[in-house]
């Protein structure tokens, strides 16, 4: 059994930022611990406003706190987000996520994350990445 807690993910290096200020994220579960998926807590910064485009990965996310919409780039949609939210990209959706407040996001991925990822680009994340040294 593994367990683990936000506060002792983010003392232990597995809190990333953005480089480009838009968010945080705190790795919880990597593909080290071999269960097939990664799982985050995400923050989205108020005022974010930025295009993303999982070319490699499959995403959900569900969002906790906080209020924002998410538009798909094929068809223009717009889907507003607030708590309670879940939003899937199963298609590899190229999206432009929007914080009109600072959001509080659990997020999946498949497959897992290595721990150090940041969006390159074209807003994906690389399939591998060096993993956290933990």
Same mark, same amino acid.
């Given at each position: 059994?593994? *367990?683990?807690?936000?506060?002792? $993910?983010?003392?232990?290096?597995?809190?990333?930022?953005?480089?480009?200020?838009?968010?945080?994220?705190?790795?919880?579960?990597? +593909?080290?611990d071999q269960m097939?998926?990664?799982? !985050?807590?995400?923050?989205?910064?108020?005022?974010?406003?930025?295009? /993303? !485009?999982?070319?490699? !990965?499959? #995403?959900? *996310?569900?969002?906790?706190?906080? #209020?924002? #919409?998410?538009?798909?780039?094929?068809?223009? +949609?717009?889907?507003?987000?607030?708590?309670?939210?879940?939003?899937?990209?199963?298609?590899?959706?190229?999206?432009?996520?929007?914080?009109?407040?600072? /959001?509080?996001? $659990?997020? *999946?991925?498949?497959?897992?994350?290595?721990?150090?990822?940041?969006?390159?680009?074209?807003?994906?994340?690389?399939?591998? $990445?060096?993993?956290?040294?933990?």
């Amino acid at each position: 059994m593994i *367990v683990r807690t936000l506060q002792q $993910a983010e003392q232990n290096g597995r809190k990333i930022i953005s480089p480009d200020g838009n968010w945080d994220s705190t790795r919880m579960l990597l +593909k080290d611990d071999q269960m097939g998926f990664s799982f !985050h807590i995400t923050t989205i910064y108020k005022g974010a406003d930025f295009a /993303m !485009h999982y070319q490699n !990965h499959l #995403e959900s *996310v569900y969002c906790i706190s906080g #209020e924002g #919409e998410v538009e798909t780039v094929a068809d223009g +949609k717009v889907y507003p987000i607030k708590p309670g939210t879940l939003y899937i990209l199963d298609k590899h959706d190229q999206h432009f996520l929007r914080a009109f407040s600072e /959001m509080k996001m $659990a997020c *999946v991925f498949n497959p897992p994350l290595s721990g150090s990822e940041v969006h390159n680009a074209e807003g994906a994340y690389e399939l591998e $990445a060096d993993a956290l040294d933990l």
